[in-house]
């Protein structure tokens, strides 16, 4: 009865694992051309629907123009920038319409906004670009008065270390979150410099000179001041307004290139309360460095406060970005208990046609947004109604069998031989009515081989992949082998490398 309480308990925690889950940040990146009509609105908000995502991320000012209506009913602070050349040429204000056919299906709405990087790169566009027409002297330079180079940066950058900079930017911010009211966050993007060597404006680098003779600060580290205390002012002056609007930032994963090569210190902004949320947009590539970049954030900072960011489409030819890696790359992020997930872009996983796999696959359950019961409730009537009713829980009691050789109940199904955890390990098998899930841990990117075993070490399953190194969930439907649905017993989960070097075994029971 003892084990069997406790095996309880682990359902319970399993469950409620999931509950948590269900209530994570889900964003979907959508660009200009998205939000450009009310058609495309309309499909946006129902693919979001569709898909159980929680929140769009919509780019209202893609370089120095507006995808709304500037100083739509208070011009207090005023806003100069122009109507999209995106949008058609009539009254029609797609931040207003996106955001009541979002809030009418509890989908928050962020305005994305491009921040430092001023101008497209296109000439034909370049020329009628507010910023590049009337204020070219905002343009970053390098240390020799160059001009930056536009192509090689998505566009061209304006300098935060002149503070006529600093006031335009915030009186554009400052009227997007007086005149939406609703608005549920300004999400920053491109809020850095471009590059190590850039950012030496004149009046910056005569305001730098001044600042460093009183106070000893670094080049770069004046640089993160400007960046900083920017969005510092931005969260104060927009909570005024309104004490509900979000402050968040899409940014560059890797912390250390983040703070030396693009003046980005956001660790301290999290960490700080600068803002309320970061999106690291981690798009590599390779298993290993995502591996590395999400742990080094896990290892730094507020894990619920971060919303991983994945490339969620690819060219043709690609394989880097295909539907699976995605898939896998998420559940790394989940394992490591990030706040959420963002998916880049909207538009991209149209065109891959991803998004039956990606919500198959990671976003089945829909998020609750009304009526929900406080986590300590949750648990608590789980308890109750497990206890009170056992017979109708399917249990998975999970027996270890390393390093002896009498079988012992885990009572904690959760638990791991401590001397697994810097190998490779299973630490985790649990059932929801005939799907099973498996909790793996990789020492190194491999390919692995995990197979289950009857009590007659038949073999009843057997998979081999190549998985990166670090946390993953598989998934199995309980069929065997030979088509049929496994059946009560003992069981034996082993694991190996490809060269069968290293084996590890668990053993457990199926009631």
Not at 297 to 321: C, D, N
Not at 467 to 475: A, M, T
């Amino acid at each position: 009865m003892k084990n069997m309480k406790h095996i309880l308990i682990a359902i319970v925690l399993i469950i409620s694992s999931v509950y948590c889950q269900s209530r994570e940040v889900r964003s979907l990146w959508a660009l200009p051309w998205d939000i450009s009509s009310r058609d495309k609105i309309e499909q946006l908000v129902a693919d979001a629907v569709s898909n159980n995502q929680t929140e769009i991320l919509a780019e209202v000012r893609y370089r120095s123009d507006a995808m709304y209506i500037p100083n739509k009913h208070d011009s207090l602070y005023y806003n100069p920038e122009p109507r999209s050349y995106i949008l058609p040429k009539d009254d029609f204000d797609p931040l207003e319409y996106l955001i009541i056919s979002a809030h009418e299906f509890g989908l928050s709405v962020q305005a994305w906004v491009s921040t430092l990087n001023a101008t497209p790169t296109s000439s034909s566009y370049l020329r009628s670009n507010y910023v590049y027409k009337n204020h070219s002297d905002w343009i970053m330079t390098d240390v020799y008065g160059n001009r930056m180079n536009a192509a090689s940066a998505m566009g061209y950058f304006v300098d935060p270390g002149i503070p006529d900079v600093k006031y335009h930017l915030m009186n554009v911010l400052l009227d997007i979150v007086t005149n939406y009211p609703e608005l549920d966050g300004i999400h920053l993007d491109y809020i850095r410099y471009p590059a190590k060597n850039l950012g030496y404006a004149p009046e910056s680098v005569a305001r730098y000179r001044e600042k460093d003779t009183l106070n000893d600060i670094s080049w770069n580290d004046w640089r993160i001041a400007q960046i900083t205390d920017f969005i510092t002012d931005l969260r104060e002056l927009a909570l005024t307004i309104n004490p509900k609007i979000m402050i968040t930032a899409a940014v560059i994963a890797d912390l250390d290139e983040a703070k030396v090569h693009y003046a980005q210190d956001w660790v301290k902004w999290i960490n700080d309360g600068i803002v309320d949320r970061v999106y690291p947009m981690a798009y590599s590539k390779g298993y290993d460095r995502f591996y590395d970049i999400a742990a080094n954030i896990a290892a730094q900072t507020p894990k619920e406060k971060v919303i991983m960011g994945l490339r969620a489409w690819q060219e043709k030819g690609e394989s880097y970005y295909s539907v699976d890696r995605i898939i896998e790359k998420a559940n790394i992020c989940r394992q490591m208990g990030f706040g959420g997930l963002a998916l880049f872009s909207y538009d991209g996983i149209r065109q891959c046609d991803y998004f039956p796999e990606l919500t198959q696959n990671l976003f089945q359950n829909r998020e609750p947004t009304e009526g929900v019961i406080p986590e300590e409730d949750f648990i608590s009537e789980l308890i109750n109604s497990l206890e009170s009713n056992p017979t109708t829980i399917d249990t998975v009691a999970v027996v270890n069998n390393e390093g002896s050789g009498n079988n012992q109940v885990v009572n904690d199904i959760s638990a791991a031989d401590d001397s697994t955890m810097t190998k490779s390990y299973c630490d985790n098998i649990s059932v929801n009515k005939n799907s099973y899930s498996l909790s793996f841990y990789f020492n190194v990117a491999d390919d692995w081989s995990w197979t289950i075993l009857d009590a007659n070490n038949n073999v009843v399953f057997n998979k081999k992949k190549s998985y990166p190194r670090g946390y993953f969930v598989e998934e199995w439907d309980g069929i065997g082998s030979s088509g049929g649905a496994i059946q009560p017993g003992v069981y034996t989960l082993r694991m190996s490398d490809y060269k069968d070097m290293y084996i590890f075994e668990k053993r457990f029971i199926i009631n």
